[in-house]
């Protein structure tokens, strides 16, 4: 029989595939506690990476700054052999730069809600946003992906 955990690893490519198709990253950070803080998170591919907004004063900033170790969590499925997902493990590195922020903060307004949310009647809102947010890259370090599909009926 040959190893089941081989046979559902996603490729690089499915990989990319999977999290450009999916809609929440569930984002881990150290606490002040060293218990996780968890939360579930829009998120948009920029470069290749994924990257998130949050605003400048959340509990995932301040222990981002404490600690930049970050676990985070894509997942699908409703049944075991639908099972699909990627945990990211790194770090996260924060980005202030206010272009940067803005552009990040198109990109997750169209990715959620498609070229109507990056009009010009919406640019102002998502502008003022960004002003209060700042953006957190995910720098990936492992992943690990599990891909159920690859073994139905199995």
């Known amino acids: 029989m040959a190893n089941r955990r081989a046979m559902i690893v996603m490729t690089d490519a499915e990989v990319h595939a999977f999290l450009d198709n999916q809609r929440v990253l569930n984002v881990a950070t150290l606490g002040p506690t060293g218990h996780p803080h968890l939360v579930a998170m829009w998120y948009a591919l920029i470069d290749g990476k994924v990257q998130f907004w949050t605003f400048a004063k959340s509990q995932k900033i301040v222990n981002l700054r404490r600690d930049p170790r ?6 699908s499925g409703d049944t075991y052999d639908d099972l699909r997902g990627v945990e990211l493990v790194g770090t996260g590195r924060i980005i202030e730069d206010y272009d940067r922020i803005l552009h990040l903060g198109m990109a997750v307004a ?4 498609g070229a109507e949310a990056v009009s010009a009647a919406a640019a102002s809102f998502i502008e003022a946003q960004a002003r209060k947010r700042l953006v ?15 073994i139905a009926g199995y």
């Open 136 to 150: 957190v890259e995910f720098e990936v370090a492992r992943v690990v992906s599990w891909d159920h599909t690859k």
């Open 70 to 75: 970050m676990t985070g969590l894509v997942e």
């Open 110 to 113: 169209e990715r959620y809600g």
